[in-house]
């Protein structure tokens, strides 16, 4: 439940930029909160249906892919003078803070893993259920509903802008 509340809060926060602050997502932020996206979606099918190897390998698939995608922005911006791409927060950018929250995810993960080993504990337990689990849900859903819908406003069925600064289907 705290693997998806962390990546509800990774999607949130930008979110509230995109809407706050009229930054709109560049195509490779777009993959990169598709790749939150999928992570989210890992920890809501051990949540929803028990734990698992295979929902872990979910995880940290799509951790490493929004790794890589993070990693092509970073070295996109890393010329001297180069102001980078949307604002920061503490100081760095979101595609610097999406490379680290991946490494982070991958990390997290392999210590679930040494921490299940040392507690004897294999897969399949129980899927969560109860008043908490359901927010949690609902939250990532409303979340993943709205990036959704405002991918499709800002791109429409085509390619994104590389440098968007208008919702396309809104004009």
């Known amino acids: 439940m705290l693997g998806l509340l962390g990546i509800s ?6 979110f509230t930029y995109q809407l706050a602050l009229g930054e709109l997502p560049c195509p490779l932020c777009l993959l990169q909160r598709a790749g939150f996206i999928a992570i989210g979606m890992g920890f809501l099918f051990n949540l929803r249906l028990g734990e698992r190897a ?15 995608v993070s990693m092509r922005q970073v070295s996109l911006h ?5 102001p980078g791409f949307g604002s920061a927060l503490f100081g760095l950018h979101f595609y610097t803070w999406a ?9 997290y993960v392999a210590l ?8 004897g504990k294999r897969d399949g337990d129980a899927p969560m259920s109860g008043p908490a689990s359901n927010a949690v849900f609902a939250i990532f859903a409303v ?7 405002s991918t499709v406003l800002e791109c429409g069925a085509g390619q994104c802008d590389d440098n968007p600064v208008r919702y396309l289907l809104l004009k």
Do not use: E, Q
């Not at 809060?9 to 930008?14: P, R």
């Not at 295979?54 to 790794?67: E, P, Q, R």
């Not at 490379?99 to 990390?107: E, K, P, S, T």
């Open 143 to 149: 979340l993943v509903a709205a990036n959704l819908l």
């Open 54 to 68: 295979s929902h872990y390998a979910m995880i940290l698939i799509a951790s490493l892919v929004t790794g890589f």
């Open 78 to 82: 890393l010329a001297p003078g180069d």
């Open 9 to 14: 809060l990774v999607l949130t926060v930008a």
């Open 112 to 119: 679930v893993f040494v921490l299940k080993d040392m507690m």
């Open 99 to 107: 490379l680290i929250a991946a490494v982070g995810v991958v990390c």
